[in-house]
């Protein structure tokens, strides 16, 4: 009987070790894919000064008003902002800007233009309503654009390496668990 519950144990113990060790393997794999990743979009990002913007003025063009410019097949919101004491141009993300540089915005549903047309003047609404807000600007002297979020912040960032952190700590307290448990015993054995 003793020798099938020590034997059981073992067993026991190997498999804790084994799911500790790929805990932290897994969170090692995960560190380096986010390191080379989005570390380099954080660290690039130009912009990093938070200012204040003031609406000026926001239009919704459609396809037919931008005749003779390449545009896309749907409809998008100008906004013109003053931040950091100068007339800009808001786009909503860095991806924004590098999409389309006529748009401020686009909408996530091209398929429908309809539905594309409604998201986009919910979105015109909203800025009406709120009309001062913070928005992201460049340290750049001769850059007219601002962006309303940033996608590669530092809570991006913070919240991109909770989980591999969370994932290495469990696994350093399962292996220390079970590296404890096995040296309590053999004391326990010796006695």
């Not at 459609?62 to 097949?73: A, F, I, N, S, T």
């Not at 309503?129 to 460049?138: G, I, L, M, Q």
């Not at 909770?162 to 399962?174: A, S």
Request: with cysteine.
């Amino acid at each position: 009987m003793g020798k099938k519950l020590v034997m059981a144990q073992k067993r026991g113990e190997t498999r804790a070790l084994c799911l500790g060790v790929a805990m932290v393997v897994c969170a090692v794999i995960t560190y380096y894919i986010l390191g080379t990743t989005m570390l380099p979009l954080f660290q690039k990002s130009v912009w990093t000064q938070e200012s204040t913007c003031h609406l000026i003025e926001t239009n919704v063009r459609d396809h037919e008003e931008l005749e003779g410019k390449k545009v896309p097949q749907y409809p998008c919101l100008w906004v013109n902002v003053s931040a950091v004491g100068r007339w800009a141009v808001l786009y909503h993300t860095e991806d924004t800007r590098d999409q389309n540089q006529q748009c401020s915005y686009i909408p996530r549903s091209l398929d429908n233009y309809q539905m594309a047309r409604a998201d986009v003047e919910k979105v015109r609404a909203r800025f009406h309503e709120h009309r001062v807000f913070y928005c992201f600007s460049t340290t750049q002297e001769n850059e007219t654009s601002v962006l309303y979020r940033r996608l590669y912040g530092p809570q991006t960032l913070l919240l991109s390496f909770f989980w591999p952190t969370f994932l290495l700590t469990g696994g350093l307290l399962v292996i220390a668990m079970v590296k404890i448990n096995q040296s309590l015993s053999i004391l326990a054995a010796q006695k």
